[in-house]
C-alpha cells in the first residue's frame, strides 16, 4: 500500500511545549522542531474518515511510547493533537532470512503496519540519486 501523502504545518509552540515538558523528552527541544516546520502522513493510504499521523519524538521511559502528531481536515477546519502513544508490538518475520522488522506506527493504528507501506517520494527520491563516488549514476550505462 502507497503511504498517505497529506501535509501539515506543526502548530510550533504547542509542539516545543509539549516537548519540553513531556516525561523522556529532549534536552533542547528547540532542536527538534522549528517554526514552519511541516509533517507528511506515516500512514498507508486511507479515507478522510482516519486521522493523519506523523512521528514527532521516541519518548525516553521504559514503556516504549512515541510522541505522534495526529490531524484531520486542513486549512480553518483542521483539527489537531500531540499524543504520547504505545509503540505497535508486531513484527515482520522473514524467516528464509531471519530478519525481523519491527511496525513503526503506534499500537492499534488504522490500516497496515509501516512495513507494508511504500513511501513513493522516498522511492521516487532514491531511484534517481547518483550512487555511490565512482559508480555510475545509471547502471544500465557504458560508463567506466
Do not use: K, N
Request: charge should be negative.
Amino acid at each position: 500500500m502507497l503511504q498517505c501523502t497529506a501535509v501539515t504545518e506543526i502548530p510550533y509552540a504547542e509542539a516545543l511545549l509539549r516537548l519540553a515538558t513531556m516525561e523522556g523528552g529532549p534536552a533542547r527541544p528547540s532542536d527538534f522542531v522549528e517554526q514552519d516546520d511541516f509533517v507528511l502522513c506515516e500512514l498507508g493510504d486511507h479515507g478522510e474518515s482516519v486521522e493523519h499521523a506523523a512521528h514527532l519524538w521516541v519518548v525516553d521511559t521504559p514503556d516504549d511510547q512515541e510522541l505522534w502528531f495526529r490531524w484531520s481536515g486542513d486549512g480553518a477546519h483542521r483539527v489537531h493533537r500531540l499524543d504520547v502513544l504505545p509503540v505497535c508490538p508486531a513484527m515482520l518475520h522473514v524467516l528464509a532470512t531471519g530478519a525481523v522488522t519491527p511496525c513503526a506506527f503506534f499500537d492499534h493504528h488504522p490500516g497496515p503496519h509501516s512495513f507494508s507501506v511504500t513511501d513513493p517520494l522516498g522511492d521516487l527520491i532514491a531511484d534517481h540519486a547518483p550512487g555511490p563516488p565512482g559508480l555510475p549514476d545509471d547502471p544500465d550505462s557504458d560508463a567506466p
